[in-house]
């Protein structure tokens, strides 16, 4: 497969200005009927280019006409991606039936059936599965579709847009006809038909039009459905408060999918959501799943402007559209919940899982050069990293100014195609700010290093602090220009006062910063709210990283000086471990937590948050060289440590934070319940059997998902396996008719990190529950093992890479989209100790060698080698 260049961009040659679709679904194949009016695109300067239309191999073709006119065989060539006419005239109409076969697509790409249902997923390039068509998002077309199906399986019927006609067919078939009036690319197009439950709401926008709600979902789901509907209509109103951004359909439809590659679509008018990112109820549903609802339904609304009113160009420009919408929604998220906490849990994913992205093989800019696979690079740089960028513009130019930028991408550009390009221009033009240098974070891929250091002339009352960044070589990019950075910062005082603060703006590799007429010398806070997607080291002393704890008025900057200690710690005890010194946890720190726990005053979600131990994939991040057994022995130490040491707060805390009350969602609650159960695991970590006790009451007696599931995993990941096993045949039994539920018993089984855990994972296989077709439980089965049970899967035989190799030579076919994303954990192997790295580039090997890849499987494993 060969790589496709951003700078190969040609404009269009032809545009479609209405697109007409026949869909008739039937058990064994699907007839599509598509009635193309074309017509050559002006600003194309090729004057002799053919009509280009993809189309994937397993499209039959039956019929191909130009106004009319059948093409024969001779008139078009055809190869397993374009079909291509070289004679057109100017404006014509295009018809093409084709035969396709839901049935059996086990790719979850265009077409397919899930459990019962039709549903499409067409972003990347599913389209080109359905129909032969130009699928590429710069042409944007006005669509109008029919869909036909046999009215007793098949009562609903839906696609983008709004319905104009409906009636019956002929054997028990009826119709519906769909118009969407506003023009978008083929990536955008959705179509559902199956036997579906609906909730109903409405929602009367600002300017005063009524829009009909609906979200669809199989009828035994129907009681889970409300919170997502809460979520879309306090999404509608941020958007229209924030951005004065309005609703413009008359109807909203999201339905839930049980098969879904990823989260969540947000094609025009009818989002089809993974059942995971849709359906909550209390009894079912952790605080965090109801988050990540309320979340994915907010992003995928506010893709109806910033992705779908305007959209990409060219699929080199995603994060166009999903950086700036993971922007949106990580604000609508941080006003509805705590700002600080929602920023703390965004920073913990970038710093853990984008950073090692960059550092990886697969290492991309923002706005990638090249691909083979798009679907590759829907990645935490695109996302994550995307959003970062967005963020930093949104620092560097003051709300005010940021929203005067939006105003006027979305007005200049409304209906169009565009570029980062374009959305940074829009900022410049309202700002008058130069930001070319700024682009340099769209284009450099890696992690930019910030070294700070700092000097005190006790005469002048003067304080610098100096700068230098650098980046990291990346594939393809050995070196790279000095990035334009913000760095919030403040100056505190020693009794805790802010001296300063403000935004400083990095420019150069090296730069100093004055401040004059301080009374003493301050302890910096720096990339307040973390204002730049960098890795910052300044020498903080641990009395420095205490004060900043105690005094900083940034939440984010407290819980990461609380951080940047235990990393500190814990960094040092791994030399220790692996010396076969003795560990110990000082008694400073000991305090310091007894201090945090027993402060009434703090936010419980907050304390939570800084006394939770960095995470293992963290600390592995910051290791030069991984070593798995060190990081997971040093954890645990400083578990048990910790919890004995503090076994009576952590058992006051657990007190406290426990309601005799009936559950609620309020925000108060699940902080409650987060301290809760970090207390909980801790007090299990004494290994005292009376903890045991107290969780297993909480499992029996908890009236939601977030008090019994925490139980569950605590028990299970502890030493107490009887009790483990216990509670898992328990849970088992009375939630089995629960699919999203009996995802979490599967996930939390395999990233138990005890010994014999491949074996487990491969008896888990066996359970009648276990579909190897589902996405949702290779996630929680393959990739929990994969990617969360380091110890695990890094075994010293390296049994785990070589069942992750099986894996992917088993659904490389099957399903390529999961296949390469599973693989991610193999392509590491450059971070890993020697022995480690031979076994697992023998299994990447061993893929590589397995034959006939997909483009999807083959890039990443090749580019992992390379
Ligand atoms: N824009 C959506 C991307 C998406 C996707 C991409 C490739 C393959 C399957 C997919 N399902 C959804 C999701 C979003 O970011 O909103
Ligand atoms: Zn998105």
Redesign the pocket.
Known sequence: PQPIYLKDYQVPAYLIEHTDLRFELAEEETLVRATLQVRRNPACTRTKAALELHGHESVELCRLSIDGEILSERDFSRDDELLCIPAVPSRFTLECVTRIHPQSNTALEGLYKSDGMFCTQCEAEGFRRITFYPDRPDVMSVFRTTVVAERARYPVLLSNGNPVESGDEDDGRHFVTWEDPFPKPAYLFALVAGDLAVLEDSYTTASGRSVKLQIFADSKDLDKLDHAMLSLKRAMQWDEQVYGREYDLDIYMIVAVDFFNMG?M?NKGLNIFNTSCVLASPRTTTDAAFQRVEGVVA??YF?NWS?NRVTCRDWFQLSL??GF??FRDSEFSADMNSRTVKRIEDVALLRTAQFAEDAGPMAHPVRPESFIEISNFYTLTV?EKGCEVVRMLHTLLGAELFRKGTDLYFERHDGQAVTTDDFVQAMADVSGRDLTQFKRWYSQAGTPRVEVSDSWDESTGQYRLTFRQSCPATPGQDKKLPFHMPIAYGLISASGDELDAGVLELTDSEQSFTFDGLAERPVPSLLRSFSAPVKLSYPYTDAQLMHLLRHDSDGFNRWDAGQRMTVGLMQSLMVDYRASRELAVPESLIDTWRGLLLDESLDPAMVAHLLRLPSEAYLAELADEIDVEAIHEVREFMVTTLARALQDEWSEAYRRCSDDQAYTADAAACARRSLKNLSLGYLLATGEEVWLALAEEQFNTADNMTDQQAALALVVHSGFRHAGERLLAEFQAQWQHEALVMNQWFSIQASDPWPGALERVQQLQEHPLFDARNPNKLRSVVAAFCAQNAVGFHSADGSGYAYLADWIIQLNKQNPQIASRLLTPLTRWRRYPEAAQGLMRGQLQRVLESGDLSRDVYEVVSKSLA
Do not use: F, I, Q, R
Request: charged residues 35%; proline residues 0%; hydrophobic residues 20%.
């Open positions: 969540a947000e992003h995928e893709h992705g559209k999903e919408t993971v996302y």
